[in-house]
């Protein structure tokens, strides 16, 4: 058995924390948005960690380059990455932040060979709701012409979106928060194209088994009537010279 590179071994090593710290992220991107009475400190240390865990993963990202035993082709296949990290620094907008870490936490939680396809996508549907009512009430709340005030407000909407209904009883009225609809739009397009094309592929994988048991079947009387059928001629050759 081939032995794991370094690079694996990193991988295999860090997936749990950096995991984790996307959870901490979470709390502290949702706690000034949900909260809009939270004081400038507590304010000031949910960016501060934010920050804190986009640079885990840039470091995460630059030791795997380091560890790569082809750098060229890591860069390559790994480009998603790459665009995840340095897209906080070309403007430092918290929905860069946010974007940057959600698309991070995608790359590194589909390397996880435990976590099943149903897992990660339902791990998806539900960061995108969230993290997009999060997203757009941030933005919506302080609109003059905005409707979406409330967490409640923001989470209809994000279900809506998501799955292309557009009730229409609530949109976003400044250019970032149509963005955010784009990027949810988009986003539920893909992700139910992974639902049915998983769906279809059980129900393809289900038939061909059901396929492959009926011919076993089928096999196994077809050698049991040739078993038949040859004791028959054996007792047949058998009674002759008897009847003789």
Known sequence: MREPTAQARWEQRTQQP????????????????????????????????????????????????????????????????????????VRPLKLLRLVSTLLLVGQRARMASQIRVTTYVAGAVLGLLVFGSLAVLSVERDSP????????????????TMTTVGYGDHAPTTGLGRMIAVGLMLSGIALLGVVTANIAAWFIERFEKDDVEERQQTEAIQALTDEVRALR???AALRRPVEK
């Open 233 to 235: 001629a054996e007792v």
């Open 145 to 160: 012409d905005g409707n979406i005030r409330t967490l409640g407000d923001a989470l209809w909407w994000s279900f809506t």
């Open 18 to 89: 950096l995991l984790a710290l996307a959870a901490v992220f979470a709390v502290a991107y949702a706690v000034p948005i949900v909260d809009p009475s939270a004081g400038r400190t507590l304010t000031a240390v949910c960016v501060a960690v934010e920050w804190v865990v986009w640079a885990a993963f840039t470091v995460d990202y630059a030791v795997r380059l380091a560890l790569a035993e082809n750098r060229w082709l890591f860069v390559r296949t790994h480009w998603l990455d790459l665009c995840a990290v340095l897209l906080p620094l």
